[in-house]
């Protein structure tokens, strides 16, 4: 019986051991996911104040339980959610986190940028479409949907799709 005892203490011990240690694995993923979300919401921030010159946001966080971005405005007192900020600042904050994503997690091989321009105003677009052409040099490939042919100068390929007389969609690749 004492035997028995002994090979549960010991089994028991090993357990406690197993915990503790599961506890600090968790704790130390904690605090990566903190420094690493800490370093997105930098880079965003730097990002978004190159892609514009209004200075309307202190700081940039990133939700810890959904996700979600939150900005900072200057002339408030509080974080808001980035979903409250107006279609061109949404647009700019979007695109200012994901490519701090693609820098912080050194994942610089595609970008991927659908209508980037929407809602942007006329004042910001010129910086916004000199940033693209930055960054593309620094990826391997960028990828740019767009209906109003901004950014064509740049392009070393571009494809175009239209309407065919039968309604069909067609595309052919422009020089």
């Known amino acids: 019986m004492k035997e028995k005892v002994a090979k549960l203490q010991e089994r028991l011990g090993k357990a406690k051991v197993c915990e503790e240690l599961l506890e600090k694995i968790k704790g130390g993923i904690e605090s990566?996911?903190?420094?690493?979300?800490?370093r997105i919401t930098d880079e965003a921030l730097r990002i978004y104040e190159t892609l514009t010159d209004q200075r309307v946001y202190k700081a940039f966080r990133i939700n810890r339980d959904d996700?979600?971005?939150?900005?900072?405005?200057s002339r408030l007192e509080g974080f808001i959610p980035a979903r409250r900020t107006g279609g061109g600042h949404q647009t700019l904050i979007a695109l200012a986190v994901r490519i701090a994503l693609?820098?912080?997690?050194n994942q610089r091989s595609l970008l991927?940028?659908?209508?980037p321009t929407y809602g942007v105003d006329s004042e910001n677009l010129p910086q916004l479409m000199s940033y693209f052409s930055e960054a593309a040099k620094k990826l391997e490939q960028t990828i740019l949907v767009t209906h109003y042919g901004l950014g064509e100068e740049e392009a070393?390929?571009?494809i175009k799709v239209g309407l065919a007389p039968d309604g069909s969609s067609v595309a052919w690749r422009s020089v």
């Open 67 to 73: 996700y979600s971005v939150e900005v900072f405005p």
């Open 156 to 158: 070393a390929n571009i």
């Open 112 to 115: 991927i940028l659908d209508e």
């Open 102 to 105: 693609l820098h912080v997690l």
């Open 32 to 38: 990566q996911r903190e420094i690493r979300l800490r």
